[in-house]
């Protein structure tokens, strides 16, 4: 059974930083790209972070210069440094795995396995 396990989200004070990780079980995700989401109450899942096989990265705008994605393939681990953090990054993040693709893609809908989430929330 194929599962995403994030952990590492809490509440943190307006300029603080958090470090999110997600292990995978039930299979191998070295060969596959993984992705930050997060989701607001009210809006839309948005798209974080991705990081490729080989260590390639793309961010959303919002988080650029604030946020690092990496990867530790021997321990089948992402994880998610979140320094500088805003009130607006408030949300439940979400780790994702996309086994299909050689290229970072920002849509849900891309996206073949999920975690259940970890809450983030930032005090102003």
């Known amino acids: 059974q194929v599962q995403l396990v994030e952990s590492g989200g809490g509440l943190v004070q307006a300029g603080g930083s958090l470090r999110l990780s997600c292990a995978a079980s039930?299979?191998?995700?070295?060969?596959?790209?993984m992705g930050w989401f997060r989701q607001a109450p009210g809006l839309e899942r948005e798209f974080v972070a991705g990081i490729s096989r080989y260590s390639g990265t793309s961010y959303a705008d919002s988080v650029k210069e604030r946020f690092t994605i990496s990867r530790d393939n021997a321990k089948n681990t992402v994880y998610l440094q979140m320094n500088d953090l805003k009130p607006g990054d408030t949300a439940l993040y979400y780790c994702?795995?996309?086994?299909?693709?050689?290229?970072?893609?920002?849509?849900?809908?891309?996206?073949?396995?999920w975690g259940q989430g970890t809450q983030v929330t930032v005090s102003s």
């Open positions: 039930g299979h191998s995700f070295s060969a596959d790209v």
């Open positions: 994702a795995a996309d086994v299909s693709s050689r290229y970072i893609y920002t849509t849900v809908g891309r996206y073949d396995y």
